[in-house]
């Protein structure tokens, strides 16, 4: 029952990899895929078949438990929801206000900073903004923010779909050395793994270079020589700035911002942060006048509820059931570590600890198993597998690994998800393109940061 399981997950993720050739919308597969393997779980407990874990490692089994056992299930698959609603609430607070920004032509005000016309010139001026907003505001929120300024700038789709590629690249590169730019780092902050001062101090110089690599490469590439081909004075008209613009640019990228702050101070989730900051975006939206002639017959035209209806709902979803098909995978007991059972994923961490001695192996080859499989997860079993001080090289390592490791797969990573659902990124497009150069920016980094703690 247990290969059943894992044979769900595999045949789902294959037909996510293969969304094109199939001619099916990627978030089918994984609805269907998270929701089969919760009912195999299911099944499978209560006919004793086998146990289940939660995030605190307590076991449970349906044959000696009985309703204590039921309950603990049901808990677990509670916890599993309710952390994985935790990201999408923040990624629907975020999205909600981008889409207002974007009502009020806000983002016109970025565009009209951008003065260069040369291909080359905007890629890095994009990867430099990519790689400091996602220290900011987080790699995910970052590359929602570019990718539709991106829209402003490029009409070309398939020039653009280069650029939002490598924005994932820089987006998650620059999350990697801050405590709020990637959700594993946040999670290694919170265990007191690492401090905010030491994830800087260690992982900045490695974290420029994992960028800087890829984007000197593909700056040479053909697609990016010349010049771009701007907007016609029709479009340019049509996108002409409001008298709301800049207020609601300002106030939305500050509303995001202010979120970390937010956690700082209450020590609460994030997302409540989102809440709140699109809660104030929402109601200034309300009373503020985009034009000078302002009626009430147009104000449908900026507000909040048009921006939601503009929102992916479909990339959406399709979080949904990844995150919650892999949750299933960490439930479900596989095997036994020093005695204890423990779920599918960590059990694979420790496989892979016995069959390579080597610790800077074993988290390298996290960084490329967390472009296949969530990092979540992932960063959750090496916690529970490691026992290394607060600021220890083995915590900074996996914090860089599985943050850049998921920009190999336009699906290994938040940012990658993001994009894929805004530009409908094609997974083999990205495969062939961009994978190769997020792979070389992953070496170049892990070398650099193994080399400077070699060298102090």
């Not at 565009?111 to 903004?129: D, F, N, P, Q, Y």
């Not at 300024?149 to 820089?170: C, E, H, S, T």
């Not at 929102?311 to 204890?340: C, D, Q, R, Y």
Request: aromatic share 10%; net charge negative; proline share 3%.
């Amino acid at each position: 029952m247990e290969s059943i399981i894992i044979l769900v997950f595999i045949l789902g993720y294959l037909s996510i990899t293969l969304e094109h050739p199939l001619k099916l919308d990627k978030t089918v597969p994984a609805l269907i895929m998270s929701a089969v393997m919760w009912a195999l779980l299911a099944v499978g407990f209560k006919n004793g078949w086998f146990n289940v874990v939660d995030t605190h490692e307590h076991v449970y089994s349906f044959l000696t438990g009985g309703e204590a056992a039921e309950e603990g299930f049901e808990n677990t698959l509670l916890h599993h929801l309710g952390k994985t609603a935790e990201i999408l609430i923040f990624l629907i607070g975020a999205m909600t206000i981008v889409e207002i920004i974007d009502l009020h032509r806000g983002f016109e005000i970025l565009k009209g900073a951008v003065k260069t016309r040369s291909k080359r010139k905007l890629l890095w001026i994009i990867g430099v903004l990519a790689f400091i907003l996602s220290a900011i505001i987080d790699n995910l929120t970052a590359t929602i923010v570019l990718i539709t300024l991106l829209r402003k700038l490029i009409p070309n789709k398939q020039d653009r779909l280069w650029y939002a590629g490598l924005v994932v690249i820089a987006a998650n590169a620059g999350g990697a050395w801050s405590p709020i730019g990637d959700v594993t780092t946040t999670m290694l902050w919170i265990a007191n793994k690492v401090t905010a001062l030491g994830l800087m101090e260690y992982l900045i110089i490695p974290s420029i270079v994992c960028f800087v690599v890829p984007f000197t490469v593909a700056s040479f590439l053909p697609i990016f020589k010349g010049q771009m081909e701007l907007e016609n004075s029709e479009e340019d008209k049509v996108s002409q700035r409001l008298l709301s613009s800049k207020t609601m640019l300002f106030l939305g990228l500050g509303g995001i911002v202010s979120v970390p702050v937010f956690k700082t101070l209450t020590h609460l989730p994030p997302y409540m942060g989102m809440m709140l900051a699109l809660g104030v975006v929402w109601l200034v939206s309300e009373y503020i006048h985009p034009e000078e002639d302002f009626t009430n017959e147009r104000k449908h035209l900026y507000s909040a509820h048009k921006a939601l209806s503009r929102i992916e709902i479909s990339s959406i979803l399709f979080f949904l059931g990844i995150l919650m098909a892999v949750a299933a995978l960490e439930s479900l007991v596989f095997g036994t570590i020093g005695g204890e059972e423990v779920g599918t994923l960590r059990y694979l961490a420790e496989v892979l600890q016995n069959a390579i001695p080597n610790q800077d192996v074993v988290v390298l080859l996290l960084g490329v198993l967390s472009a296949i499989i969530d990092n979540v997860p992932l960063v959750a079993a090496s916690m529970g597998m490691y026992v290394s001080p607060t600021d220890s090289e083995l915590w900074h390592f996996i914090a860089y690994s599985a943050g850049t490791g998921g920009s190999m797969l336009i699906i290994g990573s938040a940012a990658g998800v993001a994009a894929m659902g805004m530009e409908k990124i094609d997974f083999i497009w990205y495969l062939k393109k961009l994978s190769w150069l997020a792979f070389i920016g992953f070496i170049a980094g892990a070398f650099t940061f193994l080399g400077i703690q070699a060298m102090f």
